[in-house]
DNA sequence: ATTTGACTTCGAGTGCACTCAAAGGGTGAA
DNA sequence: TTCACCCTTTGAGTGCACTCGAAGTCAAAT
């Protein structure tokens, strides 16, 4: 798969795509004969996690981390397994702000309406 | 209050607080005999709406445009009550993207947590 | 009288996460 | 074969939201 093709399934752009690359969140994608990067399925899931770290808020320096984790294999799933519950958490704190905060919207917005 | 005092109650920073002022987010704030700062109270509850904003992903911009028609009068409200709701809607499909998200990392924890 | 330290303005610097440009190579259609 | 258009790498540029530094003022303490 070419990269404009991940980047369409994906959703970043191909030159994101590249940047990751570039800074070790994905590993080794395949090159064809012209060396032209030539993604393959297994690398669309993991872009797809990374995409949700990502959207969650987690910031690329940890991604990294993660992503080096996973290179070395097994025995890191311990550590692994720390960041994401590390990381569930704050996305888990993140929703109950903001849940608190749009009350705080709702009661202004209330007192817009009631002004009419 | 001084800008110390202001940055202690907001959770702002002094330099926070000064730029904030120099974009137009915060409009005349009065001055000392010796030309410092000096927070009043309606500052105060001004500050922490707009941190309200910020906190639930306000661009600045945005919260430049809402501090104008504040300062433009009573017949800016219906767009000022406009931005709030459609900000409303933005952070209500934020914390919808979160939950969603969330499951993921639960799902991916339980694998974790399973292969152990 | 001098030192200390907080304040002022304004412009410049920082960190993050991209995003793009330049220079060059490969491929397929007209 | 020439054109268009994709790809490659590397380094530089961008936008956002601060954050800091420099130069100078002012007031209270020693």
């Given at each position: 798969m070419t990269i404009q093709e991940a980047a369409?399934?994906?959703?970043?752009?191909?030159?994101?795509?590249?940047?990751?690359?570039?800074?070790g969140?994905?590993?080794?994608?395949?090159r064809n004969l012209s060396g032209h990067?030539?993604?393959?399925?297994?690398?669309?899931r993991w872009l797809d996690f990374l995409t949700k770290l990502r959207t969650t808020g987690m910031p690329?320096?940890?991604?990294c981390r993660y992503a080096e984790l996973r290179r070395m294999g097994e025995?890191?799933?311990p550590e692994r397994l720390a960041m994401l519950?590390?990381?569930?958490?704050?996305?888990q704190a993140r929703i109950a702000e903001l849940s608190?905060?749009?009350?705080?919207?709702?009661l202004k917005i209330d007192v817009?309406?009631?002004r009419v």
């Open positions: 369409q399934r994906s959703g970043l752009s191909a030159h994101t795509l590249r940047y990751y690359e570039r800074i969140l994905i590993h080794s994608v395949g990067r030539d993604y393959a399925e297994e690398d669309l690329i320096a940890d991604m025995h890191t799933s519950e590390l990381h569930r958490e704050r996305v608190k905060d749009i009350k705080v919207l709702d817009y309406k009631g």
